[in-house]
């Protein structure tokens, strides 16, 4: 049997440009998170997501590693890898043989007619009935806003950071999903928001990561799968990894479907045949 490789996003490649030691800043049943300098780092069990800034450990490497995992545990990043601190002990984790994946939407390029049926599958599932996201008049202005090219992002970005509950707040990732289609559509917009978000921003930890990749062009692989199976246009391929996307976290992926589905209102699709 071929030994699994870890990967890790190339929006990471290389390590050591954020900084030469990190501290552990949260740890969960199957991932933690590092920050180096000002970068977070998510280390993950999960075969099928990593995230835009994630690194994929196999089974084997994750079960040695996770007892010395504490918040706060120095870390060393070496050229080649990185080596845990401990009260426990130390661990050295090479990254020689890593396999580096892109996650990279800002390359990809779509007809009109794939992504009439990627609208309509996410239509069907109703989404603004399941986000996490309150259906009050201002948050329902907002979504007008948004169903429109944006020319002010501001207080779009105002109303919507930080708004929700969890780890990631549901009007992040709204945020998020919505800037990765202007990226992968080629819209000029993207840029302007990436530049929007790129304030100061009231949120967490580690919704600011994904929002600081997505401002670079950089997604889940959930996601990314979504993007690229449009070309295939089979509505069986696409619904179910819409399902895939939606199941994440408790609300995140609803809200990451709806940011798609909004981003996708506010263009005339015949512009992109």
């Known amino acids: 049997m071929l030994t ?25 049943d199957r991932s933690f998170n590092v920050m180096i300098g000002q970068q977070l780092v998510n280390i993950n069990n999960y075969r099928n997501y990593l995230t835009g800034f994630g690194v994929f450990l196999p089974d084997a490497l994750f079960e040695q590693v996770l007892p010395l995992i504490e918040v706060g545990n120095r870390v060393q990043v070496r050229e080649h890898g990185l080596t845990f601190y401990s009260t426990k002990g130390t ?15 800002k390359e990809l390029s779509f007809t009109s007619a794939e992504l009439q049926l990627l609208k309509e599958i996410l239509l069907q599932q109703e989404l603004e009935t399941k986000i996490g996201l309150p259906e009050d008049e201002k948050t329902q202005a907002v979504f007008a806003a948004l169903r429109q090219p944006v020319s002010d992002w501001e207080p779009i970005i105002d109303h919507l950071i930080g708004r ?42 580690v919704s600011l990561a994904y929002i600081q990749s997505a401002s670079q062009g950089y997604v889940n692989s959930v996601m990314l799968q979504l993007f690229q199976d449009v070309k295939s246009k089979n ?20 809200d990451l479907s709806f940011g798609l589905l909004l981003a996708l209102e506010s263009l005339s699709l015949e512009e992109k045949e």
């Open 4 to 28: 699994e490789k870890i990967k890790i996003s190339d929006y990471l490649d290389p390590l050591q440009r954020f900084g030469r030691i990190g501290r552990v800043h949260s740890v969960f």
């Open 235 to 254: 509505p069986q391929v696409l619904e179910n990894d819409v399902q895939q996307l939606m199941s994440i976290g408790h609300s995140s992926g609803k």
């Open 91 to 105: 661990f050295s984790l090479s990254l020689e043989e890593k396999e580096l994946v892109s996650l990279q939407v």
């Open 164 to 205: 929700g509950k969890g780890l990631t707040p549901s009007g992040d990732d709204l945020l998020v999903a919505y800037q990765a289609m202007l990226y992968a559509l080629q819209q000029p917009e993207a840029d302007a928001l990436a530049q929007a978000l790129a304030k100061p921003l009231s949120t967490t930890d």
